[in-house]
Structures are given as C-alpha cells and as structure tokens.
C-alpha cells in the first residue's frame, strides 16, 4: 500500500514552548498558521477574524505565562512580593513578626524613711522600709508612662549584712540625733502599657482555638490564666509540652544568683502570632479536649497482642479515624468552659526614647508595708518618693519594615537556633523579643585581640530619630539573650558605635535658563533622602561616586565644582552633635569615605548639614 506522505508530515507539527510574552506568542501563532493553514486562511492582519484569535489566543497564553511566574515567585522567600506570602515565609523560617519595641530606662527611686539606732549607729527603721510593687507607673514630662519590670525591695542587704541601697542622712533633731534617712536604689522600667482583658470561652469544644487580643502591637504577654486559675504557658510550638519558669532565689546565695530556673510540665500553652497588616496578635492553643482520656481516643495495644507464646489467637481489627488523634492531649488542651484573663503589655515607638531627667512624675504607686505601720505613717512615707532617670530611655523602634524582616528571616533560615556565622548574630540581635528594647543597628567584627571573640557594635535613637549611646540595660538583655544561642567556646563583645557627624558642602554649575534656588533645592532633597540615617549602617562607607551622580543627574546642572565632607564635634552653632573627632580627608580612599572601626555616619541635622552654592 502506497504512504501518504503529506499527512504524516501534517501529522507532526513544529510547536515551540519558548515564548514567554505576548509578542513571541503572536508571532509564533502566526508563523504556525501560516504554515499549516495558509492554503485555507489568507488574511492574519490585526483586523482580520484570523488576527484577532491571534490576538486572543496570545493574551491568554501571556496571562497564564506572567501567573505562572508570580506563583512560581510567590514560593521564595527571596523573590516573594505579597505582604501575605512574605509573612508566611518568615514565620516558617522561626522568625516573630514584632511590632514597636518598647523602651527601657533604668531609674533611680529615692525613699524618706525614719531611722533606728542599730549596733551603736543610725540606720533606717526595717519596720518602715517599704517595697514598691512591680507594674508602679511612672509619668516622663512628654507623657510617656513607663512601668516598673521587677519589685523593688529597700529591705534587701548583702552578704555583709549592709543594705543594697544607698542610705544618706536626711534630717537631724536639737541634738544631732538622725531622726530620718534617705534610701535610694534603681529599677527597670519600660514603656509598654499594661492591660488586662477578660475572655469568656464558650462550653463548645473547639481544637486550635484562637482569640484576638484587643490592643494591638503587644510586646508581651505576661500571663494567661483561666478560671480554675490554672496557667497557660507561652510556647515556641505546640509540640513542647515543657517550660523553663524563673523563681526568686531565697538562698543563701541571693545576692550573686537572683533568680533560680526550673522545668516544669506545659499541659495547658499556646503560640501567638501577629498580623503585619492589622498589628493584631492572635493566640492558639492546642487541640486537646479535657472531656476525654487519651486511652479511650487511642487503643492500647497491649490489650490486642498475643498473650502468651506460641498462643494461635488471630488479633482483632482495629479501626482508627485519624481525626480523633487530634482530640489528644499531644498538642496541648484547648480552653473550654471558662474565663481566660490575659495580662499582656502594648505599645512601643521612636517616640518613648526620652532624654535623661525627663521621668520625674508618679501615676500609679503600687506599695507595701509592715502590716504593723499605721496607714498614716504609710501615706506619709509614699509622699516623700521621688524619682528620675539618669541616662536617657532607649530601644523603641518602631515597627520594623517588611523587607528588613525579610532580610532578618534569610539570615536566620540557615542559623539552626545557633549563632556560629556573622549573619547567624545579627539575625539572633534583630529577633530579639520586643519587649527587651531593639538595637537600631548592629554590626560584627573580629575581635583583633581575641581569635576566640567578636565584638558586637550597636547604636540606638532617641525620640527624634538621632542616634544615641544603647544603655546598658539594652546591653544586659542583649547579652541574656545571646548566651542562650552562642557556641560554648565562643565570646562576644557588646560596644557602642562611635558615632560620627559630618556635614556636606558642595559647588555646582548650572545652565543660565535654570533657576539657582530650584537646583539647590532640588540637589538637598535628593541628597537627604539617600543620607538619612536609615539608609545607613555601622562601617558602611560613603561612595563620593554615588552624590556625584545624584548632583549631576539634576535638571540644570552642568558640573560638580567641589565635594567637601567636614566632621562636627559637640557644640556647633546652637546645635548639639556627637563627641567623635575624625578627620575626613585621611579616611577618604579610592572613592570612598570609611568610618572608624565599629563607627556609624550621621548627618545629624538634614537642613543644617547639606550645604551647597552655585559657581
């Protein structure tokens, strides 16, 4: 039998899958049509039946190409660019999505108390010595509350005997006896409010229960307890069913060792995760139902093995739906029946950095005393409280932005709960929980005395936005933190950037048809938006190369006469800057303009610092 050559070639048509927009697939559609179906359709122009199926055919093939790829993106944390995916991402990578960090300040609570002649000398009365309660507020001059972390005990000495609070004379009688004495101690205290709320649970059994809690930019949950005034304990997952809890050491050993450390079992927990979008923080408990044993849910199953050797019993069938494994008690028991009363702390900011001397003011004093003290002699004692700041409040932040969470999340993706590379500390220092205060920005380095060490340099801002030493309750927390996840072998140093103010002054020509003011204007709008701080970093150097391109790529601009950068130390016409001295002109290397080691640039005042004049 002859072939029929011709409808085996028809047969076998040439398609390629190489198109990706909507132009190659028109031209290959057409190409194709052309080909196979030339002897039967002549016109393909754009107004023609056949140019517009084309055209048709073409659009669908460029949609369903461009979501293809944005589904295919969608799937990194790298190239994601849905807010929703993106926050998928980090959390599955370990890291929080926090809102505003609160700030912490240290303080300095000063007591008038009546003295007692104790052993031959004058000491404060032990019976009017008082304690202030923990969550006492305290008011700065802007406003801003800030409440007390941790109880204040003035009774409390050394192992010497000797009280832990400084103790001065305060008033003396006709005869020179000491009749009162003041003592003064310090506290930390931060700035989240907080709130208590009351959630009633219905009698419904519901697994992976979940409730929005109020207040939105929770920085800590401090306790949730349900009517049977057990608690429920926060955990990482729902899989770990034990807690660390901290208990105050009542040793001998006190003084060195304040607070002692013990595992217990979390049968009752939850996770709680916030929502970018809404600042709304979400808890979830677990799936376990009080009602019902784990024995009755799962078979045992001893009870349908053989009994005894050689025995010829055939085992009975066992028929388990796999949905009531999630009515056990492995993931936690979800609240039923009962009132959760929450205690949790919000807020936080840039503007809770108040400067040193601003926090002088008493909202809520909470207080205790010897019962045996008259309620008199108590308001009395309360009256005479006063209190202030040393050194200024520091690390509120406000709410980290997503492509910094972002970058936060790649670097902790592969840390493994360690800190072992660069990338793994500065992850672990930005993830630090907010309620401790955030570093505004951190840097590493090898500790050039120390093969062994790496020094962590950090820096902060105040209410203003400009950058400040990190107090060292900042410091304190960060290195409670860390030890948790550095190598046994491994040491860290925690330094202050040295900041560095400079100013710019530069020249430039322009065309005679520009306005002079515009271009100046024009050029420092420019230059302040690639300047300010939070396009920098510690060690980051500046590229001359950069402005100059940023200068000339203004309209009317022709040429760059001069760059010059000048450093501002303290006090410079009215205005305050740091203490750093550095010369400019020896740090100045092909192109670019370095830092000292560990330093950050700032150019404290935008409209001050960036001058600039017409040639």
Known sequence: MARNIKKEIKKHKEVSYLQKDFQ?????????SRQHYGDKIVDFTEGSIAGMLIDVASYVGDSMSFYMDHQFNELSLETAVEAENIESHIRQTGVEISGPAAAIVEILVRIKVPSKIVNGSFEPDPLYIPKIINESIFISQNGTEFALLDTIDFTKKNELGDYIADIEIYTTDANNQVTEMTMTTTGICSSARTFIEKITISDSFKPFRTIDLEKTNVTEIVSVIDSSED??????????????????????????????????????????????????????????????????????????????????????????????????????????????????????????????????????????????????????????????????????????????????????KTSQGRVVTREDLIARVYSMPANFGRSFRVSVRDNPSNPLAA?????????????????????????????????????????????VNLSLKYSVNIDTMSNPEIVIQSINSSLKKYLKIENTQIDQPIMIGDIENMILNTRGVLSVGSIRFMNRVGLFENRQYSIVAYSPARNLDRGMLFPPRGGIFEFRYLNDDIIGRIN
């Not at 190659?24 to 559609?29: A, H, I």
């Not at 009132?339 to 207080?367: E, W």
């Not at 009256?383 to 409040?393: E, K, Q, Y």
């Open 231 to 412: 608690h429920y304990h926060e955990v990482e997952s729902l899989t770990q069913d034990t807690v660390y809890e901290r208990m105050e050491n009542t040793r001998h050993d006190t003084e060195l060792v304040q607070q002692r450390i013990r595992m217990i079992p979390a049968p009752k927990r939850y996770i709680k995760f916030r929502s970018r979008a809404s600042g709304v923080t979400t808890l979830r408990f677990g799936s376990g139902d009080t009602t019902k044993f784990d024995e009755d849910i799962i078979p045992d199953p001893s009870d349908h093995a053989i009994k005894l050797y050689g025995d010829r019993k055939t085992f009975s069938k066992i028929s388990i739906d796999p949905n009531s494994l999630l009515d056990t008690n492995t993931l936690g028991i979800s609240p039923r029946n009962t009132t959760l009363t929450v205690t949790y702390r919000h807020g936080g900011g840039l503007n809770d950095n108040v400067p040193s001397g601003a926090i002088q003011s008493v909202r809520t004093l909470i207080t205790k005393f010897n019962s045996a003290v008259p309620s008199s002699q108590v308001s009395e004692i309360r009256s005479t409280l006063s209190v202030t700041n040393r050194f200024p409040a520091a690390g509120g932040e406000n709410e980290p932005t997503l492509n910094e969470l972002r970058t936060t999340a790649l670097y902790a």
């Open 455 to 499: 020094q962590l340099h950090i820096i902060s801002r105040d209410s203003a936005g400009k950058l400040i030493l990190s107090p060292d309750t900042l410091k304190e927390n960060l290195r409670i933190y860390l030890s948790q996840y550095r190598l046994i072998s491994d040491a860290i140093d925690i330094l202050d950037a040295q900041v």
């Open 24 to 32: 190659s697939f028109r031209n290959q559609l057409e190409a194709f």
